[in-house]
Nanobody, 126 residues
Framework: QVHLVESGGGLVQPGNSLRLSCSNS????????VAWFRRPPGKEREFVAA??????????HYSNLNKGRFTISRDNAQNAVYLQMNNLMPEDTAVYYC?????????????????WGQGTQVAVIS
C-alpha cells in the first residue's frame, strides 16, 4: 500500500532553503519512481524532479526551470524521498506534491504517477 505524506513546506524569504519530505507508511518507496510536482497559484501542476526506483538505478531527473537549485534524494531507512530546495525565489511559490508509480522509468507528466500526497505549501516572499 502506498500512502504518501508531504511535509516541510513553509514561508521563507528569497535566497533561503527548504527541504521537503515525502514519506510512505506502507510499502518501501525504494521500489517506486517518485516525483515532485508543484502547482503555482493560478497555474497547472508542473514537473519539478523525479527519482527512479532501485530497478531504474536511483537516477535523478530535473526540470530545466530549477535544475541546479533543487536536489531530489532518497533515504531508504526513513522510507522517504526528499526535495532540497536552495536559493528559493518568489516564482517557486506553489503547493508541492509528491507522486509515485511502480516500475523503473520516469516521466514529466502527472498522469504517469498513480499515487499522490495531499501537498505542502511553499511561499517565498520578501
Amino acid at each position: 500500500q502506498v500512502h504518501l505524506v508531504e511535509s516541510g513546506g513553509g514561508l521563507v524569504q528569497p535566497g533561503n532553503s527548504l527541504r521537503l519530505s515525502c514519506s510512505n507508511s506502507g510499502r518501501t518507496l525504494s521500489d517506486y519512481t517518485v516525483a515532485w510536482f508543484r502547482r503555482p497559484p493560478g497555474k497547472e501542476r508542473e514537473f519539478v524532479a523525479a527519482l527512479t526506483g532501485a530497478g531504474g538505478g536511483d537516477k535523478a531527473h530535473y526540470s530545466n526551470l530549477n535544475k541546479g537549485r533543487f536536489t531530489i534524494s532518497r533515504d531508504n531507512a526513513q522510507n522517504a524521498v526528499y526535495l532540497q530546495m536552495n536559493n528559493l525565489m518568489p516564482e517557486d511559490t506553489a503547493v508541492y506534491y509528491c507522486g509515485a508509480t511502480g516500475g523503473d522509468y520516469w516521466r514529466d507528466y502527472e498522469a504517469y504517477y498513480h499515487y499522490w500526497g495531499q501537498g505542502t505549501q511553499v511561499a517565498v516572499i520578501s
